[in-house]
């Protein structure tokens, strides 16, 4: 995700106070019966939680981490489910829009080609499904389905001006820990909310405290990287309220006025951030988190990140 211009977009929604909706009925979800309201007058209750103070903050422990319940009643995943899309990272990257696969365990990219979903705008953000398909979205806020194998784009139905959500980060997360059927999420600076990528309709799940990049994994967890809170934190989010736990502080993170741009994705039990700071010559700094502890992997990578993405084919211990 470009940073640039969050500074802008916080400031003027402070400004104007004004409240925008995510979709033309306003559809929220709630998650105390699974009903859905279709209150079309323009208002959200904020949800009534401290889940994101310190002291409900808890740190994570990977080691004695449930291990997955299989669900019994689940259907059979399709033929082709994760047959196409690798287990490794996708990266995009910014100015010339090439997109890598990026290896954790040796900390090598390779690239895969260039995208050319259009010449007006540029990557933002990037989201991996597990069927072969990597959705993008762009500056100007249009999302585009591009086949991981042709690098065909295809722009979706996704209207940005219908729905007025702006800039947003993405991820997948499965639904449980036994089911390999996933859902998107989709995070702007103060909303969480799931997208429908058929109908490309969402709804809104609750509230964020600023701008992030959210991250899934097999094990149904929603995660999300905060990197303007100080300090910066990695929450894990419930996926019916928003609300946050399990965060783990970010010790020595650049501050939020240095960076440029960021990405986050899951992967192997770690958590992987893609981070380049302003500066002449600067490129993307790789940063790993295992078991709450944030150390530098890779220094200036060669080329810029926006978008990382992980599919929930990819095993979680």
């Known amino acids: ?29 709630d998650p105390t019966d699974g ?9 959200m209750d904020t949800p009534d939680t401290d889940a994101n103070s310190e002291d409900s903050a808890a740190p994570v422990n990977e080691d004695t981490a449930t ?4 669900d019994t009643d689940v259907p059979p995943p399709p033929a082709d489910d994760c047959t196409v899309t690798s287990d490794l990272i996708y990266l995009l990257e910014r100015d010339t ?17 260039r995208l050319a979903c259009t010449s007006g705008a540029t990557p933002a953000s990037m989201a991996v499904a597990r069927d072969g398909v990597a959705y993008v979205r762009y500056s100007n806020d249009v999302v585009y389905e591009v086949d991981l194998v042709t690098l065909a784009c295809t722009a979706t139905s996704y209207s940005p001006g219908a729905t007025a959500f702006g800039s947003f980060g993405m991820g997948f997360a499965t639904d449980s ?17 799931q997208l429908d990528t058929t109908s490309w309709q969402g709804q809104v799940i609750g509230a964020v405290p600023s701008q992030s990049e959210l991250t899934g994994n097999s094990r ?23 609300a946050e736990s399990n965060s783990i502080n970010l010790s020595g993170f650049p501050a939020a006025i240095d960076i440029d741009t960021f990405a986050f994705a899951a992967w192997g039990g770690d958590f992987w951030l893609f981070v380049r700071t302003y500066g ?15 150390t530098m992997e890779l220094p200036r990578m060669g080329f810029d990140v926006v978008g990382a993405g992980v599919s929930t084919c990819s095993p979680t211990p």
């Open 220 to 242: 149904g967890e929603l995660w999300a990287f905060f990197p303007l809170e100080r300090p910066a934190r990695l929450s894990q989010l419930d996926k019916a309220t928003g």
């Open 67 to 70: 291990p997955p319940v299989e």
């Open 35 to 43: 009903a859905v309201d279709t209150d079309v007058t323009g208002s």
């Open 97 to 113: 829009q090439g997109l890598y696969l990026f290896d954790p365990a040796t900390l090598t990219s390779t690239r895969l080609g």
């Open 177 to 193: 820990a036994g089911t390999w059927m996933d859902h998107l999420y989709v995070a702007n600076f103060h909303r969480l909310a």
């Open 1 to 29: 995700m470009r940073f640039g211009s969050l500074f802008v977009v916080l400031a003027a929604a402070s400004l104007t106070g004004c409240y925008v909706p995510f979709a033309i009925s306003d559809v929220v979800k």
């Open 280 to 294: 002449v010559g600067s490129s993307t700094d790789v940063y790993r988190v295992h078991n709450g502890r944030m």
